[in-house]
């Protein structure tokens, strides 16, 4: 196998835990500020640094499913289930705890079909649209010592690579027109 692809394999890996990314909220897991211990820095800073983006962090796949919804519009457990590649009782929990957070809501098929759909919920696009703008600032802070022609080819890069994974699969994930990146081919 190729030292590059095993190293790429890796560090694939290592982005989809990226904490930046999907903020995990777990018991004994917080930030050092809220067990009482004395973080590398102080527990002031890190409040600071955190506060616009707490104590209503999303989930990574509460922020996936509300995102794919909020770019797709009206969707059935299994169309999401299918445009997502889980299993319908995986997306049934998820949906499900948004649904009894108020973020999605059950309505009749907007096209005449049989199976209710889930749609986003005013509540569930403002709390997308506020960890949209938290991962955003996490990743700015992030990257600030970046030059910003490196920040623009990471993000050609990423757009190419999982446009090509779109293509492969057969599923595209929607996106604004005029988005960076080549279109698929």
């Known amino acids: 196998m190729d030292r590059r692809l095993e190293r790429l394999e890796r560090e694939l890996m290592l982005v989809a835990r990226c904490s930046v990314l999907t903020p995990r909220d777990r018991k004994g897991h917080g930030t050092a500020a809220q067990e009482g211990g004395e973080p590398p820095e102080t527990a002031a800073a890190a409040e600071a640094r955190t506060e616009p983006c707490t104590p209503t962090r999303l989930d990574r796949s509460g922020y996936l499913l509300l995102s794919r919804l909020d770019a797709e519009g009206a ?4 169309q999401l289930a299918d445009a997502l590649q889980l299993d319908v009782s995986t997306v049934n929990r998820q949906t499900g705890a948004l649904l009894r957070a108020g ?3 059950r309505i009749p098929d907007p096209d005449g079909g049989l199976a209710r759909k889930l749609r986003v919920t005013a509540q569930g696009a403002d709390r ?3 960890e949209r703008t938290c991962r ?3 990743l700015s802070r992030l990257l600030e010592s970046w030059p910003p022609e490196d920040v623009a080819r990471l993000e050609d890069v990423l757009t190419r ?3 090509e994974v779109e293509r492969h699969e057969g599923r595209a994930w929607p996106r604004e027109p005029g988005e960076a990146g080549r279109p698929p081919e």
């Open 103 to 105: 973020l999605v809501e």
């Open 75 to 78: 969707m059935s457990i299994g």
């Open 128 to 130: 997308m649209a506020a």
């Open 136 to 138: 955003q600032t996490d």
């Open 161 to 163: 690579f999982n446009r």
